[in-house]
């Protein structure tokens, strides 16, 4: 059945289960499928649930959100009354972002509606503090780590480790908000007044300073019942703290690296108990290991190269692991996919106003527009080129992408 | 640039226009686009405006239709007030499919909005007497016909012809209704009594029976100014008069084959002025000779391939053609795909409740449901696979198919 599939033996990794086990279940099986937040991981499930017919409705923030053309209500995803309210006219809800209150969690949870992925897994991607208690738990590899309460523990650990460390604050950080390199307990001062202040547990996360080569990513997709599928580990690079470009799979990755990225996310996700898609952000360091940096819940940014570059998008495996469908086939369409995020488009117009220029020099690049007001720094779209040569394909990218810039 | 992509090199074909010829297009470009009809074609091009972010909303005849998610108005396509009414909110209006009147297509240019088609271009693909004499006008081949008015006039053409062709009502007919193969006038009767009564001219379109040894089908897309693209020829395949089957590209078809088809595709496309896709249906003869059958002047059954197997869908390509933007790339991303259609679906339940089953089974398959109620014959969905052995890829997108079925 692999014949005719570009299959890259190494990361092709779905666990099949019997066609047998799954001919027993003849009863209707589409769900309504409700997503909390309206941005651009919402609106790109869209294309996949018109695909397979799936019916999904978005809780949005606000009117014209990314995902407005599936959204059924406007209102605010910290509100339990409004969440409720939303959730009342569906089967399963799953999330756009990560940030709706365990309150409102619990609170959705107790009306037997199908959460997915469920508040506890949800919470390590909410408390940087608590996730990396977590990895530590499972034994998972992650840089050296404390919980601070004070500048004086700050310094202790930075003495400890050269001299410098990574701050971040537990919750509320992403696209590097939140994330600070310190060299002295006194650059923390600030932090310290805030969490305190914040009615959180007062305490800051401090890592070490990782002397890594390179930033990988691991991307799966877990069922309900265990089943799980993983897409090739892929390098991220960033500009700013902000994923700039996906390189997909990661150029010159050893199997090794390969393989304990993956042993890692297999780990995680089994651990975690996750249901739907979530990716692993890594570090690939000097010395050859792999340690875990960060970790998402959701469909994510390293994944976007998934919708030209894989025989299943990130966005329907999405769907399907929610929905307890079997999982589609990650294997990649093409030997390379390079993903180059559009970080706040054009200064004047919008990106529609470059497709004249962009579409008649790469016919063959898959734009993904989030329709959204260009703005410094901002994700507004993102571009797929796929190829055979890594330089020639990247170079390509950066050119399409400089095109929707300045 | 076309290094990395999966290049069919006979077929590989795109005008491409300089990109300073498009530098000076810094005007906002993104227009609002109106599609009349809310069938599959329509619900199939909201995934590719979604991913560019163009606005596109739909005129459909009845609520629950197909393209509902993408819906603003619901209302019959034959009320030029109701036509009028949504095509006042957008910039370019399409169509789902080629029934709209000619009086109401006039009533909407003159409004001053731009129609894609045009209803030039529409009112062959609603005549096929118009076509044949269109075709015949334009050098290009196809079978022996005649405009016949009687049952002696038949005869006449019946006798010259071996005694046998196929009758055709100008008019209304689509997948295999309103075509009749006769042996003699007698059989036409019912016929000549129901075009007299219509108001239309009273005449039936004839043809010869052509000797042929497969329908080859070839699609393109052509903007305004001129600009054409063209997928590789496909070899389709009919059960009961509906396509059931797309093999993409044509096996074994030789070059000039190929190029014929093309050649005819290319001299309608300019010669009668087409924006947007189309498909040119065609006749491979016993004698290597490639006839005009029918044509279509909208995104077709036999391009469905491409959503999965090409680089630009067809429901992306006639997007960029009507907004007037840069076409994109037609080449295949696979050496084979294979879309079979799934006819009629399950006879208990709905499509999505054998996904269990079909998806433990084929992860790799693209399956594309319409949403629409299972009915004897109807095409609720169609899915796609792609490799590199034809006869195995064809199996495989069988077995799917079968298990959609009884």
Known sequence: MCTGRIVYPVFYNISFESAEEHASE?????????????????????????????????????????????????????????????????????????HVPQSVLAALV???????????????????????????????????????????????????????????????????????????????????????????TGSLLVEELVDFTRELALLGARRPGGQSAYWPVVETIQRDGV???VLAPAPTSDTAVAAEAERIARALADGLGITGVFAVELFETRDGRVLVNEMAMRPHNSGHW???????????????????????????RAPITVMANILGGPV?????????????QFPEAKIHNYNKEPRPGRKVGHVNVTGTDLGEVRTRAREIESLFQG
């Open 26 to 98: 003849t009863e209707t099986h589409v769900l309504k499928i409700g997503v909390i937040g309206g941005g651009q991981l919402a609106r790109m499930m869209i294309p996949a649930a018109i695909n397979l017919a799936l019916d999904v409705r978005v809780l949005a923030e606000a009117p014209g959100s990314p995902a407005e053309i599936a959204a059924t209500s406007v209102g605010d995803y910290r509100d339990a009354a409004t969440v409720l309210a939303f959730a009342a006219e569906v089967d399963v809800i799953t999330f756009d972002h990560e």
């Open 348 to 360: 004047e117009g919008t990106l529609a106003d470059r497709y004249p220029l962009v579409m008649a």
């Open 110 to 200: 107790a009306t037997g509606v199908r959460v997915h992925p469920g508040p506890d897994a949800l919470l390590y991607a909410q408390d940087k503090l608590l996730m990396r208690a977590k990895l530590s738990e499972l034994g998972l590899p992650t840089p050296d780590w404390a919980e601070v309460r004070s500048a004086a523990e700050l310094q202790t650990f930075l003495d400890a480790h050269g001299g410098a460390g990574v701050l971040k604050t537990p919750r509320g950080g992403y696209d590097g908000k939140g994330v600070r390199v310190v060299r002295s307990a006194a650059e923390a001062t600030d932090w310290f007044t805030a969490v305190a202040e914040s009615g959180d």
């Open 306 to 332: 998934t919708q030209d570059g894989s025989f299943t998008s990130q966005f329907e495996q999405h769907l399907r692991a929610i929905a307890d469908l079997p999982l589609g086939d990650p294997a990649p």
């Open 243 to 245: 994923c700039a470009e």
